[in-house]
């Protein structure tokens, strides 16, 4: 199967395109590179430069290249940037979203995964989250990978659309032995800051609240594995063949504290570094985790890095041996 990657030169695109390719796929990676990286997309997979929200070039390089199903991970993903610039990630992914499905109704390309987030539920009142948890977004962020479900589920009414929507929790560590890993800039993902105030190049780490309603105050997050999250896109695109519609979780089902997390970086790393404690920010949950017993009994999906040593050692390695990121 031919499969289009829009972003797959990005942190979970690169990711993916690897596992495809490693399972006999024909991976197409579509990037702009405005985030992602040329050298994250490895092997020998098919690159084309370009934007997902252009019509013509999309509908093209769909008919040129005999797309048979598109995976979706062109979204811009920041919280706080959405906040000041909520015109810009309704225009990136929710507008050029529904560029990139007309292209794919006007190719006749039905099957579509979807990168969608548990941001879409908000500050959900029962933990843990389950797929009928309402959906109440805070953010734009959230909010426009809401309205690209709904754009989703509503094309899929019409018969030309057959989707998947995979609500993810936080994904963390490096794919293939530690060698496709996270470089945003600017960072914003815990992990990788509390690994660059390991490497030195943070003065110091924040915790962001420490009088939470947790064991050891501070907040707890669901953490799944690049790999595993990968996995059960692959295992969704293969259940699109008899599902038109499919919805998930995908998380651990249990959460770590932003002070686990610190303290596992230390012991990985074996180096210590200072931690500053700071007031709560706005919005944060005391608690996020996820209940993914629908992608295990309807995909047979289950974490396999269920460790957070384990998942903080492979972005070690990623990070150690790539200093300076991918240096495109």
């Given at each position: 199967?031919?499969?289009?990657?829009?972003?797959?030169?990005?942190?979970?695109?690169?990711?993916?395109?690897?596992?495809?390719?490693?399972?006999?796929?024909?991976?197409?990676?579509?990037?702009?590179?405005?985030?992602?990286?040329?050298?994250?997309?490895?092997?020998?997979?098919?690159?084309?430069?370009?934007?997902?929200?252009?019509?013509?070039?999309?509908?093209?390089?769909?008919?040129?290249?005999?797309?048979?199903?598109?995976?979706?991970?062109?979204?811009?993903?920041?919280?706080?940037?959405?906040?000041?610039?909520?015109?810009?990630?309704?225009?990136?992914?929710?507008?050029?979203?529904r560029t990139l499905l007309e292209a794919m109704e006007k190719a006749g390309v039905e099957k579509f995964v979807f990168s969608s987030t548990a941001a879409v539920y908000g500050m959900p009142q029962q933990i843990p989250i389950t797929e009928e948890t309402p959906k109440c977004?805070?953010?734009?962020?959230?909010?426009?990978?809401?309205?690209?479900?709904?754009?989703?589920?509503?094309?899929?009414?019409?018969?030309?659309?057959?989707?998947?929507?995979?609500?993810?929790?936080?994904?963390?560590?490096?794919?293939?032995?530690?060698?496709?890993?996270?470089?945003?800039?600017?960072?914003?993902?815990?992990?990788?800051?509390?690994?660059?105030?390991?490497?030195?190049?943070?003065?110091?780490?924040?915790?962001?609240?420490?009088?939470?309603?947790?064991?050891?105050?501070?907040?707890?997050?669901?953490?799944?594995?690049?790999?595993?999250?990968?996995?059960?896109?692959?295992?969704?695109?293969?259940?699109?063949?008899?599902?038109?519609?499919?919805?998930?979780?995908?998380?651990?089902?249990?959460?770590?504290?932003?002070?686990?997390?610190?303290?596992?970086?230390?012991?990985?790393?074996?180096?210590?570094?200072?931690?500053?404690?700071?007031?709560?920010?706005?919005?944060?949950?005391?608690?996020?985790?996820?209940?993914?017993?629908?992608?295990?009994?309807?995909?047979?999906?289950?974490?396999?890095?269920?460790?957070?040593?384990?998942?903080?050692?492979?972005?070690?390695?990623?990070?150690?041996?790539?200093?300076?990121?991918?240096?495109?």
């Open positions: 199967m031919r499969v289009l990657v829009c972003g797959g030169a990005g942190y979970i695109g690169s990711n993916m395109t690897a596992l495809l390719a490693r399972e006999g796929y024909e991976p197409v990676v579509l990037d702009n590179l405005i985030r992602g990286h040329r050298k994250a997309v490895v092997g020998n997979v098919q690159f084309v430069l370009g934007d997902f929200g252009d019509l013509h070039f999309t509908l093209e390089t769909l008919r040129k290249y005999r797309i048979e199903a598109v995976m979706h991970f062109a979204a811009f993903i920041e919280v706080g940037e959405s906040v000041q610039s909520p015109l810009r990630y309704y225009e990136n992914n929710v507008s050029r979203t977004p805070i953010n734009p962020y959230g909010q426009t990978k809401w309205a690209v479900e709904r754009m989703c589920h509503f094309q899929s009414q019409t018969g030309r659309l057959r989707y998947a929507a995979l609500r993810y929790f936080n994904a963390c560590g490096a794919g293939f032995g530690g060698s496709i890993g996270e470089d945003h800039r600017p960072e914003s993902h815990l992990i990788p800051l509390i690994i660059q105030a390991a490497m030195g190049k943070r003065e110091h780490i924040k915790i962001y609240g420490t009088d939470y309603p947790t064991p050891d105050g501070s907040c707890i997050r669901d953490y799944i594995h690049i790999e595993d999250l990968c996995r059960a896109h692959l295992l969704a695109l293969k259940r699109l063949g008899s599902e038109p519609e499919l919805v998930y979780n995908l998380g651990n089902g249990k959460g770590y504290s932003v002070r686990d997390v610190i303290e596992t970086v230390k012991r990985v790393s074996n180096r210590d570094f200072k931690v500053v404690e700071a007031e709560r920010r706005p919005g944060d949950p005391p608690v996020l985790t996820a209940d993914a017993s629908r992608a295990a009994s309807e995909l047979g999906w289950r974490p396999l890095v269920g460790k957070l040593e384990t998942i903080v050692e492979s972005a070690w390695k990623f990070h150690t041996e790539n200093p300076n990121g991918y240096e495109d």
